[in-house]
């Protein structure tokens, strides 16, 4: 049974720093084929999908809003899935989860992102770790 734990998160100041992780159990990343994601949900609002990566490699991907503020990294002895996030805002603040589809072995661009936007619930999800920003 794969699960997830997201940690790391906390409260900040406008301009500052976190960094999240989602540690895997019953899983794997450096053996097996896997699209990592990481969401947000803001209060009130749907949940929305910031980036993913394979754990296979190949490009990770960036939604518009976060891209050159936020980097995944996989850490293969952690067993985990690491965001770190610089230049923190006010609209930044949400519920974060991350998620792990068991994927195949494509490297194409876009191939996670399309996989989340799919399939998304059929994937093993953490329970979330907040993060507020203030300004």
């Known amino acids: 049974q794969v699960q997830l734990v997201e940690s790391g998160g906390g409260s900040v100041p406008a301009g500052g720093s976190l960094r999240l992780s989602c540690g895997v159990s019953?899983?794997?990343?450096?053996?097996?084929?896997?699209?990592m994601g990481w969401f947000r949900q803001p209060p009130t609002k749907e949940r929305e999908l910031l980036a993913t990566?394979?754990?296979?490699?190949?490009?990770?991907y960036y939604n518009d809003g976060v891209e050159g503020r936020f980097t995944i990294s996989q850490d293969d002895v952690k067993n985990s899935v690491d965001l770190q996030m610089n230049n923190l805002q006010p609209e930044d603040t949400g519920m974060y989860y991350c998620?792990?589809?068991?994927?195949?072995?494509?490297?194409?661009?876009?191939?996670?992102?399309?996989?989340?936007?799919?399939?998304?619930?059929?994937?093993?999800w953490g329970q979330g770790t907040q993060v507020t920003v203030s300004s």
């Open positions: 990566l394979k754990t296979t490699g190949g490009a990770a």
């Open positions: 019953g899983a794997t990343l450096a053996s097996g084929s896997y699209c």
């Open positions: 998620a792990a589809l068991a994927a195949g072995l494509s490297s194409v661009p876009g191939y996670c992102r399309a996989q989340f936007d799919r399939r998304s619930d059929t994937g093993h």
